[in-house]
């Protein structure tokens, strides 16, 4: 898995790649649903859409599985991953542009918090409901 960690490396900031036993807890699943036994074998912090696709590509290419974190407050074990797994966490993507009120819209980036976004609409004079099935 060094190898694997080293080619993570060179495709985002070394402070973006964490590996085994220094991954935290937390990242071992979603709001309730977790296993504190899971060993992930890398957990990648990217800071922009094309350094995710780059990652992608990477695992991909060694055929490692990845799971894809955002706020890790789902109830479905989604968030979930596995012993050898790379994670994707979408925390450092969370800018939240300018709300255009003319067409109702705040355009936000995944890792983006919920309650920020809802507060974003607020102080915008907007509304922000998440609806989900």
Do not use: K
Request: aromatic share 4%.
């Amino acid at each position: 898995m060094s190898d694997l960690v080293a080619a993570l490396r060179e495709l985002v900031a070394a402070d973006a790649v964490v590996a085994g036993e220094a991954i935290e807890s937390r990242y071992l699943g979603d709001w309730q649903l977790r296993d504190d036994d899971t060993r992930p074998a890398v957990l990648v912090r990217p800071r922009t859409a094309a350094e995710i696709a780059a990652v992608l590509r990477e695992c991909n290419a060694r055929g490692v599985p990845v799971v894809a974190q955002g706020g890790r407050t789902g109830l479905t074990g989604g968030a979930t991953p596995q012993d050898g797994w790379v994670i994707v966490s979408l925390e450092r993507m969370n800018t939240i542009g300018a709300a255009d009120t003319d067409s109702a819209t705040i355009v936000v980036e995944a890792g983006a918090v919920l309650q920020s976004v809802q507060q974003a609409a607020a102080d915008a004079g907007m509304l922000f409901v998440f609806l989900h099935a």
